[in-house]
């Protein structure tokens, strides 16, 4: 949930540390620290309730220099956001810590410590592990046995970057169920949450598994497993480039990635059709022989990803023939499993680094399915190392918290696998070519949604003073609606709920009236005529009516019914081109009430955490 960036160097560390956190700023916190060792090897140390920017003002103002730093923003779990609570957490102005995840058993630590004579100035879980590494350092353990032997006591989730006054020029760090990479300079390493953080400084990453130690020095990097027996991991190079963070002359980064998402798909799709048809190998080498086997799919995944799933839920057992269940990841990893035979686990995570998804998906790997599949966007990422088979998104860096072109392609790659499975059910052969060339025609009908830009802002306005939203869907448009509603609670603050539109009469309506506005969405299916008599519930008490409905549906324009027409679409990929003009208009409200777009109160990009 936080940022951590760490440096061994042969310069001044801070302007790299600073430059790193306001990189990984788009995670989300609530506060910023930085420690480094300075002169005569004293632990220096800066930390602010608030933004990056504060705490580099404070540099600027008296720099703190030396070689050998880590630095931290934080998203407050144990413990309120202050300064108090914020990291780096110091022992004894000996050693530094920095620390993402949470610490299950740190009540029990905590009360062995104070035994012992330790005193505690925060009120977060992590001032026990820097209290126990100091007292490993004073039983007479080098930094690295000592951060060793502390993780042997943790239980819970974390990454740990160390330093210590007794031995400069060194930064030890672990991981375990949350991510950590270390960055490859010459003369000089890093380490960080995100290899977004260190792009301005190198390509080069090594990326830490499970369980793992690292020894950094300015000369070198040692690597150890959970066992401490030391062993390699490649180097690999990253593609990405350290402009991504440009906003390019959008507003907010939010906009931006909105209106890239005709790029972000065809990049998905680049590769992966060919001569009219779902390129196989695009889930793995062995994803054929997979697909021969499956008879059921089981989709997990939290949030916005979550969303997708159901949609592809829908698209599974339409096209494919194939039952499908979608499940909260939180939910499933937590309850008795009944598995029907030759299933599919499914996995979807924009970072790949989602802990209740990728905790699902270590449970998966232990059961009887017939194979994994984790569909993400982060080459580098864990889910990527663990599933079975893979897909990657080309949706590129996703800054903003509130996701957008991330939930479009993972659409986008769940409709592939949902014409590679239906390849093997449909006796319709003309099938797939059909569904290819709908993918196909993404990019553009796209374009053509963002064209309401203009429209949409305009109707933001209305919403202004609005506390609470309720949206209406039918069929695959419940989950769009879902995800309306989830982008303009996130992003707005207001209040927004998603229900299935012929659910009205079993309680929602009770809340209708001319100060609930209800969104609804339109698309000219089967369920049409279903959804109007659903409206016309709502007119009849009094609530106000934002449609987003196909140009030719024929719908009654009184005062109360805003129509927002959008271009004639094919059902099947209806879900995608729906989503995107609800993004827009949650931006603009939120634009509308002043909100930080970009970076809401109390959410994170990355949730690493539980």
């Keep these: 949930m936080c940022g951590i960036v760490g440096a061994v160097a042969q310069r001044d560390v801070g302007p790299i540390l600073i430059e790193g956190l306001r990189r990984l700023e788009y995670r989300g916190y609530d506060s910023a620290g930085v420690a480094i060792l300075g002169p005569a090897d004293r632990l220096q140390r800066q930390r602010v309730l608030g933004k990056v920017h504060q705490l580099a003002d404070l540099l600027d103002a008296a720099p703190l220099t030396g070689g050998t730093g880590i630095a931290h923003t934080r998203w407050a779990t144990h413990g309120k956001p202050s300064i108090d609570n914020a990291h780096p957490h110091i022992c004894q102005d000996e050693v530094a810590l920095v620390h993402n995840g949470i610490i299950e058993n740190h009540q029990l630590l905590k009360e062995s410590q104070l035994a012992k004579g330790y005193t505690f100035n925060s009120q977060t879980d992590t001032e026990v592990i820097v209290n126990q590494v100091h007292e490993y350092l004073k039983q007479g353990s080098d930094l690295l046995q000592a951060?060793?032997?502390?993780?042997?006591?943790?239980?819970?989730?974390?990454?740990?970057?160390?330093?210590?006054?007794?031995?400069?020029?060194?930064?030890?760090?672990?991981?375990?169920?949350?991510?950590?990479?270390?960055?490859?300079?010459?003369?000089?390493?890093?380490?960080?949450?995100?290899?977004?953080?260190?792009?301005?400084?190198?390509?080069?990453?090594?990326?830490?598994?499970?369980?793992?130690?690292?020894?950094?020095?300015?000369?070198?990097?040692?690597?150890?497993?959970?066992?401490?027996?030391?062993?390699?991991?490649?180097?690999?190079?990253?593609?990405?480039?350290?402009?991504?963070?440009?906003?390019s002359g959008y507003r907010h980064h939010m906009l931006k990635e909105i209106f890239t998402q005709p790029r972000a798909v065809a990049d998905t799709l680049e590769g992966r059709l060919a001569a009219g048809l779902v390129v196989?190998?695009?889930?793995?080498?062995?994803?054929?022989?997979?697909?021969?086997?499956?008879?059921?799919?089981?989709?997990?995944?939290?949030?916005?990803?979550?969303?997708?799933?159901?949609?592809?839920?829908?698209?599974?057992?339409?096209?494919?023939g194939i039952p499908c269940r979608v499940e909260v990841a939180s939910e499933f990893r937590y309850r008795k499993l009944a598995i029907q035979d030759?299933?599919?686990?499914?996995?979807?995570?924009?970072?790949?680094?989602?802990?209740?998804?990728?905790?699902?998906?270590?449970?998966?790997?232990?059961?009887?399915?017939?194979?994994?599949?984790?569909?993400?966007?982060?080459?580098?990422?864990?889910?990527?190392?663990?599933?079975?088979?893979?897909?990657?998104?080309?949706?590129?860096?996703?800054?903003?918290?509130?996701?957008?072109?991330?939930?479009?392609?993972?659409?986008?790659?769940?409709l592939l696998l949902v014409i590679l499975l239906a390849r093997r059910t449909c006796s319709d052969p003309a099938l797939e070519q059909k569904l290819v060339e709908l993918l196909?025609?993404?990019?553009?009908?796209?374009?053509?949604?963002?064209?309401?830009?203009?429209?949409?802002?305009?109707?933001?306005?209305?919403?202004?003073?609005?506390?609470?939203?309720?949206?209406?869907?039918?069929?695959?448009?419940?989950?769009?609606?879902?995800?309306?509603?989830?982008?303009?609670?996130?992003?707005?603050?207001?209040?927004?709920?998603?229900?299935?539109?012929?659910?009205?009469?079993?309680?929602?309506?009770?809340?209708?009236?001319?100060?609930?506005?209800?969104?609804?969405?339109?698309?000219?299916?089967?369920?049409?005529?279903?959804?109007?008599?659903?409206?016309?519930?709502?007119?009849?008490?009094?609530?106000?009516?934002?449609?987003?409905?196909?140009?030719?549906?024929?719908?009654?324009t009184p005062d109360e019914i805003h129509i927002i027409p959008l271009v004639p679409v094919n059902d099947i990929i209806a879900p995608i081109i729906y989503t995107v003009p609800l993004q827009l208009f949650a931006y603009h409200v939120a634009v509308t009430k002043g909100a930080d777009v970009d970076q809401p109160r109390n959410l994170a990009k990355s949730v690493t955490v539980e």
């Design 280 to 320: 196989e190998q695009s889930f793995g080498m062995n994803a054929g022989e997979i697909f021969d086997q499956t008879r059921a799919v089981q989709i997990v995944a939290c949030g916005t990803s979550y969303h997708a799933g159901l949609i592809a839920g829908y698209w599974l057992e339409a096209i494919a």
């Design 342 to 414: 030759k299933t599919l686990f499914v996995t979807i995570s924009q970072s790949g680094e989602t802990a209740d998804t990728l905790a699902a998906l270590e449970l998966a790997k232990s059961k009887n399915y017939v194979g994994t599949l984790g569909i993400c966007n982060v080459p580098e990422s864990s889910l990527t190392r663990e599933a079975g088979l893979v897909f990657l998104t080309h949706a590129g860096p996703e800054i903003g918290v509130a996701s957008t072109k991330a939930f479009t392609t993972q659409l986008t790659a769940l």
């Design 440 to 556: 196909e025609s993404l990019p553009g009908r796209i374009n053509q949604v963002l064209e309401l830009n203009q429209q949409l802002e305009q109707i933001a306005q209305r919403f202004a003073g609005k506390h609470h939203t309720l949206y209406l869907g039918r069929g695959t448009m419940l989950p769009v609606a879902m995800e309306g509603a989830l982008k303009l609670k996130e992003i707005s603050y207001i209040h927004a709920e998603a229900y299935p539109a012929g659910e009205l009469k079993h309680g929602p309506l009770a809340l209708v009236d001319d100060d609930m506005p209800v969104i609804a969405v339109a698309p000219n299916n089967q369920l049409l005529e279903k959804l109007k008599s659903n409206l016309q519930e709502v007119k009849a008490r009094g609530g106000e009516l934002y449609v987003f409905a196909d140009s030719e549906v024929v719908l009654e």
């Design 147 to 247: 951060v060793y032997k502390t993780c042997q006591m943790l239980q819970g989730a974390y990454a740990l970057g160390v330093i210590a006054t007794s031995q400069p020029g060194r930064l030890v760090a672990a991981r375990s169920g949350s991510p950590l990479v270390i960055g490859v300079g010459i003369g000089e390493y890093f380490i960080a949450s995100d290899v977004f953080a260190l792009l301005p400084v190198t390509q080069q990453f090594i990326i830490l598994q499970e369980g793992d130690f690292a020894d950094i020095r300015k000369d070198q990097v040692r690597i150890y497993n959970r066992e401490m027996v030391q062993v390699e991991r490649p180097i690999i190079v990253s593609s990405l480039s350290s402009d991504v963070a440009d906003k």
